[in-house]
């Protein structure tokens, strides 16, 4: 079993940034491939970045609708995985999740493990 905890979301300007933590815990070799996902009322939950850890160099994927604007990274040493977000728009308002899994999903939602959530909201 793995826990995502993610932490980091609020209420931002548009223009602003945040970054958004997500704290894996139990068997972490579970946890290869990680990704973000955000979901907004009314919508379908959408994979907005993903990596792969690899031995010297990540492997990083992004949604059309936020490359440019968000990097995603992760600490192995302190199970983080993290999601700057920066020139945020009111469109990027929704609830982010974590996820990670040993399947490589990229930004498909079929991860195993998910966390609870984070909102982030961007007011005009």
């Known amino acids: 079993q793995v826990q995502l905890v993610e932490s980091g979301g609020g209420s931002v300007q548009d223009g602003g940034s945040l970054r958004l933590s997500c704290v894996a815990s139990?068997?972490?070799?579970?946890?290869?491939?990680m990704a973000w996902f955000r979901q907004a009322p009314g919508k379908e939950r959408e994979g907005v970045a993903a990596?792969?850890?690899?031995?010297?160099?990540?492997?990083?994927s992004y949604a059309d609708s936020v490359k440019g604007r968000y990097t995603i990274s992760r600490d192995n040493a302190k199970n983080t995985l993290y999601l700057q977000m920066n020139s945020l728009k009111p469109e990027d308002t929704a609830m982010y999740y974590c996820?990670?899994?040993?399947?490589?999903?990229?930004?498909?939602?079929?991860?195993?493990?998910w966390g609870q959530g984070t909102q982030v909201t961007v007011s005009s």
């Open positions: 139990g068997y972490t070799a579970f946890s290869t491939y």
């Open positions: 990596i792969v850890g690899r031995v010297g160099r990540d492997s990083t």
């Open positions: 996820a990670a899994d040993r399947i490589a999903y990229d930004l498909l939602p079929h991860y195993r493990y």
